[in-house]
T-cell receptor
Framework: EDKVVQSPLSLVVHEGDTVTLNCSYEVTNFRSLLWYKQEKKAPTFLFMLTSSGIEKKSGRLSSILDKKELFSILNITATQTGDSAVYLCDQWAGSYQLTFGKGTKLSVIP | GAVVSQHPSWVICKSGTSVKIECRSLDFQATTMFWYRQFPKQSLMLMATSNEGSKATYEQGVEKDKFLINHASLTLSTLTVTSAHPEDSSFYIC???????????FGDGTRLSIL
């Protein structure tokens, strides 16, 4: 059974649209939740969330954590073709336990 | 700039060959590094945690004799795929972080193709 579940698995939108990506996780030993963007090569770090209800923002991207409902969302506003990538969420659960979700593949078409 | 360097980027070799992949942290000391494998259209799968000066910790289902990990210094971990076969063809990625719970910095990955 997957510990980190992302949805949707795949998403196709037009430039300018706003998208919301979801990540649900298990509570056991939860320390933080991290979002990464993976294009052609290795993932690059986007956000790390440890506290519930506090939005992290970077340009058109933002993310928030809900520790009561055990999920996080990643929002991208005014999407651009350069946002096309696989977005991964990773639960850090004590010690060195790392669990990545399967990712959401976002395709932004002109 | 890159904080984790991984080499080589791409390897093509014959079945039965052993292949070594290097992962270096460039501007910080990493007592722990991670090795992942990623098959096409799938997510990262943690293979093992590389610990400086001690044995690596392997995830369930990963053969430790097949995937040899050496973490001889605070800035270098190596993964050796021994007697590689076509089913070992995959994208291998390493990562390191500055401290527990800190974001991981990933290498650019190594695409391994075994003929």
């Amino acid at each position: 059974e997957d510990k980190v579940v992302q949805s949707p698995l795949s998403l196709v939108v037009h430039e300018g649209d706003t998208v919301t990506l979801n990540c649900s996780y298990e509570v056991t030993n939860f320390r933080s939740l991290l979002w990464y963007k993976q294009e052609k090569k290795a993932p690059t770090f986007l956000f790390m969330l440890t506290s519930s209800g506090i939005e992290k923002k970077s340009g058109r991207l933002s993310s928030i954590l809900d520790k009561k409902e055990l999920f996080s969302i990643l929002n991208i506003t005014a999407t651009q073709t350069g946002d096309s990538a696989v977005y991964l969420c990773d639960q850090w659960a004590g010690s060195y336990q790392l669990t990545f979700g399967k990712g959401t593949k976002l395709s932004v078409i002109p | 700039g890159a904080v984790v360097s991984q080499h080589p980027s791409w390897v093509i070799c014959k079945s039965g060959t052993s292949v070594k992949i290097e992962c270096r942290s460039l501007d910080f000391q990493a007592t722990t590094m991670f090795w992942y494998r990623q098959f096409p259209k799938q997510s990262l799968m943690l293979m093992a945690t590389s610990n400086e000066g001690s044995k690596a910790t392997y995830e369930q289902g990963v053969e430790k004799d097949k995937f040899l990990i050496n973490h001889a210094s605070l800035t270098l971990s190596t993964l050796t795929v021994t007697s590689a076969h076509p089913e070992d063809s995959s994208f291998y990625i390493c990562s390191a972080h500055r401290g527990q719970g800190q974001p991981q910095h990933f290498g650019d990955g190594t695409r391994l193709s075994i003929l």
